[in-house]
T-cell receptor
C-alpha cells in the first residue's frame, strides 16, 4: 500500500538557519502531496500542497517541490523563526482521497 | 472563516463509561475523517465518510467504537465501553473529494479514560 517516510526528529536549529525536512513516498499513480503543521495543543493545519510533478507548493516562506523521479517532497525554508517550532507531517493522498501520514518531524528553533 | 468544530474539547471519564465525540464539518464539504493521535502510534485513521456514507472504518476497533453521520452537519464517534488505552486526542477533518482535496482539521477532543 501507499506509504511515506519522513526524517527522524527532533530537528533543532538556531533562528535564521536553513531548514530541510526530507520526505519520500511510495504510491500508485501520481498522488497529490501535502505538508501539514501541528503547533502545540492544536490540530493539523495545511501548510502547502502540490498536485502534479514539478509543482512547487509554497506558504509562509516554506517550499516543497513534487519530484516524481525521486518520489520526494522535501520541505525547505530559508530562515526559520522560533514561531516555526512545531511538528511537520508529510502526506500523500491516495486514490480514495485518504491522506497517508508519516510519523511527523518535530522542529525546535532556538533563539 | 469556516472551521471544523469539535465537542467536547476535553473529556475525562472512567473506564467502562460511554463517550460520544461530535464534529461539525465545514458546510459544503462531502468527506469526513476521524483520526486518533497518540505518542506511540502517531496519527491513525479510524473512519472515513463520503456524502455521509461510511467508506472505510478498517482502522476502528469494531467491538467498542462506532462512527455515524446522522446528517451532513454532524459526525459522531462513540466509544462504549471506554478503556484506558483509548486515551488519545481524536481529530475530525473534512474536505472535498475532487480537485480541491485538502482536509481541514478540527481542534481535537482530548480524551482521558481513568
Amino acid at each position: 500500500g501507499d506509504s511515506v517516510t519522513q526524517m527522524e526528529g527532533p530537528v533543532t536549529l538556531s533562528e535564521e538557519a536553513f531548514l530541510t525536512i526530507n520526505c519520500t513516498y511510495t504510491a500508485t499513480g501520481y498522488p497529490s502531496l501535502f505538508w501539514y503543521v501541528q503547533y502545540p495543543g492544536e490540530g493539523l493545519q495545511l501548510l502547502l500542497k502540490a498536485t502534479k510533478a514539478d509543482d512547487k507548493g509554497s506558504n509562509k516562506g516554506f517550499e516543497a517541490t513534487y519530484r516524481k523521479e525521486t518520489t520526494s517532497f522535501h520541505l525547505e525554508k530559508g530562515s526559520v523563526q522560533v514561531s516555526d517550532s512545531a511538528v511537520y507531517f508529510c502526506a500523500p493522498m491516495d486514490s480514495s482521497y485518504k491522506l497517508i501520514f508519516g510519523s511527523g518531524t518535530r522542529l525546535l528553533v532556538r533563539p | 472563516d469556516a472551521r471544523v468544530t469539535q465537542t467536547p474539547r476535553h473529556k475525562v471519564t472512567e473506564m467502562g463509561q460511554e463517550v460520544t465525540m461530535r464534529c461539525q464539518p465545514i458546510l459544503g464539504h462531502n468527506t469526513v475523517f476521524w483520526y486518533r493521535q497518540t505518542m506511540m502510534q502517531g496519527l491513525e485513521l479510524l473512519a472515513y465518510f463520503r456524502n455521509r456514507a461510511p467508506l472505510d472504518d478498517s482502522g476502528m476497533p469494531k467491538d467498542r467504537f462506532s462512527a455515524e453521520m446522522p446528517d451532513a452537519t454532524l459526525a459522531t464517534l462513540k466509544i462504549q465501553p471506554s478503556e484506558p488505552r483509548d486515551s488519545a486526542v481524536y481529530f475530525c477533518a473534512s474536505g472535498f473529494s475532487g480537485v480541491r482535496n485538502e482536509q481541514f482539521f478540527g481542534p481535537g477532543t482530548r480524551l482521558t479514560v481513568l
